[in-house]
């Protein structure tokens, strides 16, 4: 396993564990199905973290969001994007903990990652013997347009060429 976040390779400070499990972890990783035993049996010095699917409804998540430190979201191959969609939901919905995109994800998807709101992405062994964290690194910053609406602050292609269509065909122009 190899995590990742903007400065490089990090620290794993999560323990998966089922939801009984959680003993005196500090930073107790479930799956979802585990969660409800999980946050009853959390102390209160203990954080909480859940590993959910990429089809999980952003509303099934969201009455956990203060309890919860991490949401980590499941991609079971790095062509499903709706990983990239749930994290900008959750964004948007006010989700403030830290976001782990999991899965074979590659580096080119890094800049998306980041946009959508993730912190952090933990590659399987598999992803993580192919691609070291500094290929991740220079894989970072590369995309400068983006067909995509909010990845970037001055608007997407789309965005920019329309507007450039408006200024040519404006009577001032």
Not at 55 to 69: C, H, R, V
Not at 153 to 171: H, Q
Request: hydrophobic share 40%.
């Amino acid at each position: 396993m190899l995590l990742i976040d903007r400065e490089g390779s990090a620290t794993e400070a999560w323990t998966r564990a089922d939801g009984a499990a959680i003993g005196n972890l500090s930073h107790a990783l479930v799956g979802w199905d585990a969660l409800p035993e999980a946050l009853d049996q959390k102390s209160s010095d203990q954080k909480i973290g859940v590993l959910v699917p990429n089809s999980l409804p952003s509303e099934a998540l969201k009455p956990f969001f203060d309890q919860l430190a991490l949401v980590a979201i499941g991609f079971p191959a790095f062509a499903d994007g709706r990983g990239f969609s749930l994290a900008k939901v959750l964004r948007r919905e006010g989700f403030r903990g830290t976001l782990r995109a999991s899965g074979p994800l590659i580096p080119d998807q890094f800049d998306y990652a980041i946009a959508c709101g993730f912190d952090e992405i933990e590659l399987p062994e598999a992803s993580a013997s192919r691609q070291s964290a500094l290929q991740w690194q220079q894989a970072r910053g590369r995309l400068s347009r983006t067909y995509q609406r909010g990845y970037t602050r001055d608007g997407n292609i789309l965005d920019r060429r329309r507007l450039a269509r408006a200024a040519a065909n404006s009577p001032a122009g």
